[in-house]
């Protein structure tokens, strides 16, 4: 019996990065639209006080949709569900492209638990993504 409890939220999102693509170019060949991208010297926001802060890098992006089970492992295949499960296409993006899941964990402790399973591994593994964990501790 083990006292481990689950997070209090996860994240997941694909995300492909670098400094001279076009978004576009990802999304025709994914055949999906992100749901958040730019390229490199995009004005992202400007504060209250008009400092403006520009993209360092392109970025392509796709979220999973809000589950309210914060369940890690079903959001990063409800996100490669959306998409081709070709390997050779994820080969030729990677190869031209950095890409990687992006996996958000906040804790609820410092003991809480989270796990994959090895058929979502091997999703990961296939297409040649990395696996970026973030953890954020919780207020114990």
């Known amino acids: 019996v083990t006292n481990m409890s689950a997070p209090e939220r996860t994240c997941a999102s694909l995300r492909f990065h670098g400094d001279n693509f076009i978004p576009d170019e990802i999304s025709k060949i994914l055949k999906q639209k992100p749901d958040r991208s730019h390229v490199k010297g995009d004005l992202l926001s400007t504060n ?17 949709r809000n589950r309210p089970d914060d ?10 569900s959306r998409l081709t499960s070709e390997v050779v296409v994820w080969h030729d993006l990677l190869g031209k492209f950095g ?6 964990i ?3 402790s410092i003991n809480d638990e989270v796990g994959l399973k090895a058929l979502t591994l091997q999703m990961l593994s296939d297409r040649g993504l ?3 964990l973030d953890i954020y501790e919780g207020s114990d």
């Open 71 to 80: 369940n890690l492992d079903a959001q990063i295949c409800e996100v490669l």
């Open 99 to 104: 890409g990687d899941m992006y996996c958000g």
């Open 130 to 132: 990395k696996l970026e």
């Open 48 to 64: 209250s006080k008009g400092i403006k802060r520009f993209a360092n890098s392109g970025l392509w992006q796709l979220h999973a």
């Open 106 to 108: 906040f804790l609820q």
